[in-house]
């Protein structure tokens, strides 16, 4: 069975402050996706990057970092030099690869992250 | 209007009322999802519905029922709910089911009160 790990429930840090949102995963399968998404306080949640298990390089977008670590597994998310605006929820999740599993995606608890100014 | 629309946005509701949940997708996908998110538990996959049939009810009870008339239209009707039901109902769209794991474009949520 698949599960994510998001360890930290609520992380708050001053503007322009670096912060880095924990996912830790479980799962069976060699061919797998892990995703990020942002829930802002509107609701929605919007989507920020996806990443297959065979490709472990780093991907940097921004002020945004992701650092997957097959070893470990783990795929973190780090935010540099924070703003308000990046105040929300964050959620990591797991989808298996296999073409009948689709758009299955387990979720983590998510990290609900606050930054003041 | 373009994305996902939900209606309504939040719903108080007694537990012999009967209401529905409208999602409305403006991006020409094939498969639309609902979620359950609830303060203690992880977003919860409900139903999917691949080009108007669904592909997969992960273990909702009866007391939700979800219709899917056409790509672009998704509702889930309530009725006889349970205060533990109260949550936060997100929909969602992707352009196609299965395949490569595409991301998923999600609604604002509808914030559900069953009292």
């Known amino acids: 069975a698949q599960k994510v790990t998001q360890a930290q429930t609520e992380i708050s840090v001053v503007e322009k402050e670096d912060v880095t949102l924990d996912c830790v995963y479980e799962?069976?399968?060699?061919?797998?996706?892990l995703f990020w998404y942002k829930q802002p306080p509107s609701g929605e949640l919007v989507f920020l990057i996806r990443?297959?298990?065979?490709?472990?390089q780093n991907e940097i977008s921004g002020r945004y970092s992701w650092n997957f670590q097959k070893s470990t597994s783990s795929f973190n998310f780090t935010i540099t030099a924070s703003q308000v605006v990046d105040s929300a929820v964050y959620f990591c999740?797991?989808?298996?690869?296999?073409?009948?599993?689709?758009?299955?995606?387990?979720f983590g608890g998510g990290t609900r992250l606050m930054v003041k100014p | 209007e373009t994305g996902v629309t939900q209606t309504p946005r939040h719903l108080v509701m007694g537990m012999t009322n009967k209401k529905s949940l409208k999602c409305e997708q403006h991006l020409g996908h094939n498969a639309m999802y609902w979620y359950k998110q609830s303060a203690k538990k992880p977003l919860e996959l409900m139903f999917v519905?691949?080009?108007?049939?669904?592909?997969e009810n992960n273990s909702v009870p009866s007391r939700f029922s979800p219709e899917c008339p056409n790509s672009s239209h998704l509702f889930l009707h309530l009725h006889t709910l349970q205060p533990e039901d109260s949550a936060l109902y997100l929909c969602?769209?992707?352009?196609?089911?299965?395949?490569?794991?595409?991301?998923?474009?999600f609604g604002s949520g509808t914030q559900l009160s069953v009292l």
């Open positions: 999740a797991l989808s298996e690869g296999r073409n009948n599993a689709g758009n299955m995606l387990t």
């Open positions: 519905y691949n080009f108007k049939e669904q592909t």
């Open positions: 969602a769209s992707s352009p196609k089911f299965a395949g490569i794991n595409e991301k998923l474009f």
């Open positions: 799962t069976r399968d060699t061919t797998y996706y």
């Open positions: 990443r297959n298990s065979f490709d472990e």
